[in-house]
């Protein structure tokens, strides 16, 4: 069985090794710092580790899709903001 | 010693469900993905475009006018189904032979499948033959869903309503039973109006179950496809061309696999965003 079908192409390839590395390195830390550090944050949200991944995620993916229609390509600008973003979920959501 | 080992093997049970998610849904999603980025002519050719159907999807007016409709669709069958739905579940006998009654004829819709839903509402009303249009038309009324982009909204909203108003019926049904006598008993001492007993008591009891609703009916009625395009087939014109109608249109219909992947990953994003909105703002103030 090939994997043709599915039209891999490295650039998607990197994308999903990077969420993957994300989960395995949620996993490495909670494995460390069992209970996922649960708190409530700026936005008065009761969130765990899992939870600043997921709205960082979900956030960077609008960041970058807003970028591309309002500015256009390329994404540096978006990727940059995204993971400026990312990181102030993680320290204050 | 009653105290249970604070590590398990109980995920090794959670197996057998990842892979058939993996399967099912995140080997699909991840084919999506490559799409999207992809263009081809068939034959598992592809030619790499980068974020170019992402671009192209996101400044058309053809979307943005499908996700308006589509916005404006859930928008509408929300405002109208909850209040309905909990009304009627209020209406309800709570008890005795009647119970049985109205329960199973809120099931009913709920048992007939989307298609025949669909045609059913089609025949029902046609302007000349369906007993609805018909009957519309001899009241003076001039009704064509045919032809009428207003009357085919009208037609598409009243179906939706009597397809799955009961769903939140009995959800909300579910909620007020759960509610012991004793908050009744303890509010009748009090003198409570019947308003009172429905603001401070009933609908925060019923607050998880409408969580449930509402969660539901938004990613149904968001990706709804079979009852819209059995009944107008998006039209008339691109009137009721919903998100779901437009995408199978560039996917089957054009087979523009690439940007129809893009538009795909675009409506995940949004399902996923606004219920996950929906879900912590709705379950936050119960925690607080």
């Given at each position: 069985m090939t994997l043709t079908w599915m039209a891999w192409t490295w650039q998607t390839a990197a994308f999903f090794c990077f969420i993957a590395a994300c989960l395995v390195g949620m996993v490495i830390w909670e494995w460390r710092v069992p209970g996922g550090s649960p708190r409530r944050g700026i936005l008065a949200l009761d969130t765990t580790?899992?939870?600043?991944?997921?709205?960082?995620?979900?956030?960077?993916?609008?960041i970058n899709l807003g970028w591309l229609g309002i500015a256009g390509p390329p994404l540096w600008g978006a990727i940059i903001l995204s993971l400026i973003y990312a990181f102030c979920v993680f320290r204050w959501v | 010693m009653n105290e249970k080992a604070p590590y398990q093997k109980g995920w090794i049970f959670v197996i057998p469900v990842v892979a058939l998610v993996a399967f099912n849904a995140v080997i699909p999603l991840m084919t999506v993905v490559n799409y999207s980025v992809q263009e081809t002519f068939g034959n598992n050719i592809f030619f790499f475009e980068g974020i170019k159907w992402f671009q192209a999807v996101l400044t058309s007016d053809r979307f943005h006018a499908a996700l308006g409709r589509q916005l404006a669709f859930t928008a509408t069958i929300l405002?109208?189904?909850?209040?309905?739905?909990?009304?009627?579940?209020?209406?309800?006998?709570?008890?005795?032979?009647?119970?049985?009654?109205?329960l199973v004829l809120m099931a009913l819709p709920l048992l007939i499948p989307w298609n025949v839903v669909g045609a059913m509402w089609?025949?029902?009303?046609?302007?000349?033959?369906?007993?609805?249009?018909?009957?519309?038309?001899?009241?003076?009324?001039?009704?064509?869903?045919?032809?009428?982009?207003?009357a085919a909204w009208v037609t598409l909203i009243a179906m939706d309503v009597w397809h799955w108003t009961s769903l939140v019926v009995l959800l909300a049904f579910a909620g007020l039973s759960s509610i012991p006598d004793a908050y009744y008993q303890a509010a009748k001492i009090d003198g409570a109006s019947p308003y009172a007993v429905f603001r401070y008591i009933q609908l925060p009891k019923m607050r998880r179950v409408l969580t449930i609703a509402v969660l539901l009916r938004f990613m149904d009625s968001f990706m709804i496809y079979t009852e819209p395009f059995v009944l107008t087939g998006g039209g008339p014109g691109n009137a009721t061309t919903l998100l779901s109608i437009d995408l199978v249109k560039v996917a089957l219909g054009q087979f523009d696999l690439g940007p129809a992947a893009a538009m795909s990953i675009i409506y995940f994003l949004i399902v996923l965003l606004v219920s996950w909105v929906f879900y912590t703002v709705m379950t936050r103030k119960e925690e607080a």
């Open positions: 580790r899992g939870d600043r991944l997921f709205i960082s995620l979900l956030g960077s993916a609008f | 405002a109208i189904e909850l209040p309905l739905g909990v009304a009627i579940a209020l209406a309800m006998p709570r008890k005795g032979p009647w119970l049985s009654v109205c089609n025949i029902f009303a046609l302007p000349d033959i369906g007993l609805l249009g018909k009957t519309l038309n001899n009241l003076s009324i001039n009704y064509n869903y045919t032809q009428q982009p207003a």
